[in-house]
């Protein structure tokens, strides 16, 4: 994973957007700007548990970054991104919130969504899973650096890398989380072009106009 391209790969398409703005941002534009941000620190904390060998917490990075994926393309493909995402900015929950369909707008049916033209996301989805809540994934994690009899007695052995990990899945897991963050730029170029052709971006102009903003 290089560094330094993931995160000018983000900042450079997230600046795109921000100049494509001619006008004023509007709700959706903060929250993908929002959405960056946390995807660069990601890349950020993912790298530097590579650096310590931290397999678990590459894990739950990796799965924060399709969390933001994921929130990202169910949320621009609502009616009117702009008003769910002025909600969100407000604090309310997305999971509460009902989508075009009818249904919860829930991480679960956001993958779902964002699965039917990635299918693979589905199955890293279900594995990341395992990774955030304590599951099985965890079990064999304790298994793998286990317990040890020492004296008569049991004794807990930690290991300070994830040596008990196969470099297969530490690949796996990098392609992962690569393909996952530069997914989040598509993502930004995909809103720029769509952004302008929406009836929703022209009535939160118009608010934004009679607000005396633009």
């Given at each position: 994973?290089?560094?330094?391209?993931?995160?000018?790969?983000l900042t450079g398409a997230l600046q795109r957007m921000v100049d494509s703005c001619t006008d004023c941002m509007l709700p959706f534009d903060t929250y993908c700007a929002m959405a960056t941000l946390r995807a660069c620190e990601c890349v950020r904390a993912y790298a530097a548990l590579v650096d310590s060998d931290v397999f678990?917490?590459?894990?739950?990075?990796?799965?924060?970054q399709l969390d933001s994926l994921a929130r990202l393309n169910g949320v621009m493909l609502e009616p009117d991104p702009h008003e769910l995402a002025q909600n969100l900015i407000e604090g309310e929950p997305l999971r509460k919130k009902k989508g075009r369909?009818?249904?919860k707008l829930t991480d679960g049916y956001l993958v779902k969504v964002l699965a039917q033209q990635n299918p693979w996301v589905q199955q890293a989805y279900d594995r990341l899973?395992?990774?955030?809540?304590?599951s099985s994934f965890h079990y064999k994690i304790f298994l793998a650096?286990?317990?040890?009899?020492?004296?008569?007695?049991m004794e807990i052995q930690y290991f300070k890398n994830s040596s008990y990990v196969q470099q297969k899945d530490k690949d796996g897991l990098d392609r992962m989380f690569v393909k996952l963050t530069e997914a989040v730029?598509?993502?930004?170029?995909?809103w720029r072009n769509r952004r302008p052709q929406l009836a929703a971006t022209?009535?939160?102009?118009g608010k934004a106009a009679a607000a005396g903003i633009i």
């Open positions: 994973m290089n560094q330094d391209e993931l995160l000018a790969s678990t917490g590459c894990s739950i990075i990796t799965r924060s369909t009818g249904e899973n395992e990774s955030v809540h304590l650096q286990g317990l040890h009899t020492r004296g008569g007695g730029p598509n993502l930004l170029d995909f022209q009535k939160w102009l």
